[in-house]
């Protein structure tokens, strides 16, 4: 490495060594998503790629997140600490510990999360922790818009699942008493566990084969490193205060317009997100944890400043990210934060991009298209005698924002997850659940026009398969599509209706109970397109009529 300010190591620090034991902890992390994947039974993870892997440092500070969604893990030092405190002095090799308690350092109830000491040579220099989405956790309500954390699912607080080797099987057996899919999510659990199991192989080789006394000054440089390229970074940004606002369609219980108020100040090398000018928590929900919150709000920041920099807790000293409890972005218990990690959390990364906007103009995209969850759920007459099932249809996504001097891509699926979920197939979908899917394709007209057009949103029919078919409306953008920057155009709002066969259509408001849908009837969702960036008409006209010939604009 050259010995300059931007990459400069400290004392001692050997260059080559610190970059082989950085590119080779990333390894790691990367291990355990294979193993994950692999796995996994639950399609969600398997093909969706609903989950992260992470590594931190004993002491609770996040080491290295790869391929991971930024929702999962830059908040994740909040789990760490969790069980930390909840095991204190009862910490052993072999151990296992599994959380979900969204109030305790989790997004969501959906994301259980399964964390691991690493012990090397007898001494606990790292964790090793995987999140993964779970298709129910045991709500109240099959697939019903929930109002409290107790319809959410199941409360898990951090539990030992394994204790120094040996699998606490009445534990597991309680969890999975208490889910309504058992058979997938014990296949799904014990992939999460051989995924820090596997990560924690990694490590413990790493560490012996280059000396432990090597590797733990490495271990701190890195997060050093980070937080002296990142308080350059930010030092380079005009200091201000900047503000902005965007809002929440519905929380499903009949307040719409959730206003989401954020204050980005730059001073010097800090960065201070502060969202307090947001509506009081929803009665939906619609409403953001503690770790969504430092998560979301950190976001922003992080695409903003150099990619090449580790993503670390570094980078995190140098941002703060303030919301009142009680409010929807920092939600009080036992408020529902079922969807909180998409809405508000798309919400909160949006309003922190449109306030940076005003400061660094050329660094930031536009909107983005708003989450298109489809779930689907009951029972599969395929079977005999029927067996239910619960799935996330994610075979087409919203488009992601346009920014200057790219289009926007296509098939994005949220914001929070930055492009890291990847979409269905339809035969896998189609396989799996009693359902058809008659078209799926990208809509004319969707993307937000501008010099730099957004990503496409898509048009996907779904009809029922040998029995009935309830699906859940989750989605948003219709009332507040995804905003253009710099005369960018919006992009379309998306919506959901049932359609019978004699053509008649209803509507669906963002977030209500399911509906069930008979033979006949038709499941329709078109999903928002991203927004556009600059003047349209500054687009070649080459590039406008080739859209048009290839029918994503019309005439």
């Not at 009693?434 to 026009?449: C, Q, T, V």
Request: aromatic share 8%; glycine share 10%.
């Amino acid at each position: 490495m050259a010995a300059n300010s931007r990459s400069s190591l400290g004392s001692g620090i050997d260059p080559v060594k610190f970059s082989v034991l950085l590119h080779s902890i990333g390894e790691a992390s990367k291990e355990m998503t294979t193993v994950l994947q692999n796995g996994a039974r639950s399609t969600i993870i398997s093909i969706a790629r609903d989950h992260s892997a992470s590594i931190y440092l004993n002491d609770g500070q996040m080491l290295y997140q790869n391929d991971a969604l930024p929702v999962h893990t830059v908040g994740g030092t909040l789990n760490i600490q969790a069980v930390m405190q909840e095991f204190d002095g009862d910490i052993h090799e072999g151990d296992v510990f599994m959380m979900n308690d969204p109030y305790m350092g989790t997004t969501h109830n959906s994301d259980l999360t399964v964390i691991k000491p690493v012990f090397c040579q007898n001494e606990h220099l790292f964790w090793t922790v995987v999140r993964a989405h779970q298709n129910n956790t045991g709500e109240a309500s099959f697939g019903y818009a929930s109002t409290n954390v107790w319809q959410d699912g199941i409360q898990i607080p951090p539990i030992r699942i394994v204790q120094k080797g040996k699998e606490t099987r009445s534990v597991i057996r309680f969890y999975l008493r208490n889910v309504r899919l058992p058979d997938w999510l014990e296949a799904d659990l014990r992939a999460m566990i051989g995924a820090v199991r596997a990560g924690s192989v990694w490590l413990e080789n790493l560490v012996e084969a280059n000396c432990k006394s090597v590797v733990k000054p490495i271990l701190l440089e890195m997060i050093e490193y980070s937080a002296r390229r990142t308080s350059e970074e930010i030092r380079a940004l005009p200091d201000g205060t900047y503000k902005s606002e965007g809002w929440i369609d519905s929380d499903g219980q009949g307040t719409h317009n959730i206003r989401i108020g954020c204050s980005v100040t730059i001073d010097g090398d800090m960065v201070y997100v502060d969202y307090s000018d947001s509506d009081p928590q929803a009665g939906g929900h619609c409403n953001a944890t503690l770790s969504t919150l430092q998560a979301c709000g950190s976001i922003p920041i992080l695409t903003t400043i150099d990619p090449t920099i580790p993503r670390n807790q570094g980078c995190m000293r140098h941002i703060v990210v303030t919301a009142p409890e009680g409010s929807v972005a920092n939600a009080r218990w036992p408020s529902s934060t079922w969807w909180g990690t998409v809405n508000p959390g798309d919400i909160l990364i949006e309003t922190a991009w449109k306030a940076l906007s005003l400061a660094v103009p050329d660094r930031i995209p536009a909107g983005w298209g708003r989450c298109q969850q489809r779930l689907s759920m009951g029972d599969d007459y395929r079977v005999s005698p029927p067996i239910p099932y619960a799935a996330s249809i994610l075979v087409a996504c919203s488009g992601g924002g346009a920014s200057k001097a790219y289009d926007g891509w296509p098939l994005t699926q949220c914001v929070c997850c930055l492009g890291g979920m990847q979409t269905e197939s339809v035969e896998m979908v189609e396989l799996m659940q009693p359902l058809f899917i008659e078209k799926n394709e990208f809509l004319m007209d969707s993307a937000g026009a501008g010099e730099w057009i957004g990503g496409h949103g898509c048009e996907t029919f779904v009809v029922p398969y040998g029995g009935l078919l309830y699906m859940k409306f989750e989605y948003e953008g219709t009332f507040n599509p995804p905003f253009g920057l710099f005369g960018g155009k919006p992009g379309i709002g998306g919506c959901k209706y049932k359609e019978t066969s004699d053509g008649r259509r209803t509507f669906y408001m963002a977030h209500p109970n399911p509906a069930v849908f008979y033979e006949g009837e038709r499941y329709v969702t078109v999903t928002t397109g991203g927004g556009g960036y600059g003047n349209p008409i500054n687009r070649p006209a080459d590039s406008v009529r080739a859209h048009v010939k290839n029918g994503y604009v019309s005439i």
